[in-house]
């Protein structure tokens, strides 16, 4: 009890960022530097086939486990909005960096609206967004193909967010699992909850993203199921940043072969 009122005090009462684990810090001569962000229930280790293909590039490589997941720090008392894991990336990133300068931020899933917030919170640490399957529900146009779908993500997460405290945990795991690939342990249970909704449901990214003027690369999987995929020129028309789309034949998971694609985008974001 004490130890969670002193947390309170320290980091909500005087603001003071939690420490977020490396997963990866690979390369730290490397003047180029890339910040890797994995997704929701995920951890660092899911960019082991992107820093393969990077690891004798001469770029410096960090993973960080985002609030609640990982190796990071779990406060049972923080709601896990978009603006609390994108603070502690940021201290996160001041702290590993090696070198001084804007950074390419590279996101997958619940990564990406992250990595946004980032861009817009600290645009001078940003110089470019990859953004893999991001999320998006909020903001697409009013066309029915596109009400289905968010809509139906809509009932189905707040439907597990209801029902999850009441199914027993070993039922929960394989349950979630077998549908989405990631296995729920019993001590982010909340943060994963509470991220999902406050950060996922409750997103504004692409109310944001008309204010970043770097380049964006965003990466669609056509077998990903997670995600709404539609006309760029209709999703994105309000943002004035170059923007490339791109596609892959992927579920929502960063396989070996999305792998390579996304280090081929650092590449040639850098031009090394």
């Not at 992107?50 to 960090?62: C, T």
């Not at 923080?78 to 931020?105: E, W």
């Not at 809509?151 to 070993?170: C, G, H, M, N, T």
């Not at 539609?230 to 170059?242: E, L, Q, R």
Request: aromatic residues 8%; hydrophobic residues 40%; glycine residues 6%.
């Amino acid at each position: 009890m004490i130890r969670r009122r002193l947390s309170i005090f320290w980091h909500e009462r005087l603001g003071r960022p939690y420490r977020l684990h490396a997963g990866i810090d690979q390369n730290t001569t490397g003047l180029q530097e890339v910040v890797l962000l994995h997704g929701i229930g995920r951890s660092s280790a899911v960019w082991s086939p992107v820093a393969e293909d990077l690891l004798q590039k001469p770029i410096h490589l960090m993973a960080f486990d985002l609030l609640g997941f990982g190796q990071s720090p779990k406060p049972d008392w923080l709601n896990y909005t978009v603006d609390d894991h994108a603070k502690a990336v940021i201290a996160a990133t001041l702290k590993t960096r090696r070198h001084k300068g804007p950074m390419i931020f590279v996101g997958h899933s619940m990564g990406c609206l992250v990595a946004v917030r980032v861009a817009v919170m600290r645009p001078d640490l940003v110089k470019r967004l990859i953004l893999y399957q991001p999320p998006i529900y909020i903001g697409l146009p009013n066309k029915r193909r596109y009400n289905i779908r968010t809509d139906l993500y809509y009932r189905l997460y707040k439907r597990f967010i209801e029902q999850s405290e009441a199914v027993p945990q070993s039922r929960l795991r394989p349950m979630l699992a077998k549908r989405t690939g990631i296995w729920l342990q019993p001590e982010i249970l909340q943060p994963f909850l509470k991220s999902l909704q406050h950060t996922i449901l409750e997103q504004t990214t692409l109310k944001e993203m008309p204010n970043i003027k770097i380049p964006v690369d965003i990466i669609y999987g056509s077998r990903d199921l997670l995600v709404v995929r539609g006309s760029t020129k209709n999703i994105f028309k309000d943002i004035g940043a170059p923007l490339k789309t791109h596609t892959i034949r992927e579920f929502h998971k960063v396989s070996k072969k999305a792998g390579r694609f996304i280090a081929r985008q650092i590449l040639a974001s850098y031009e090394v």
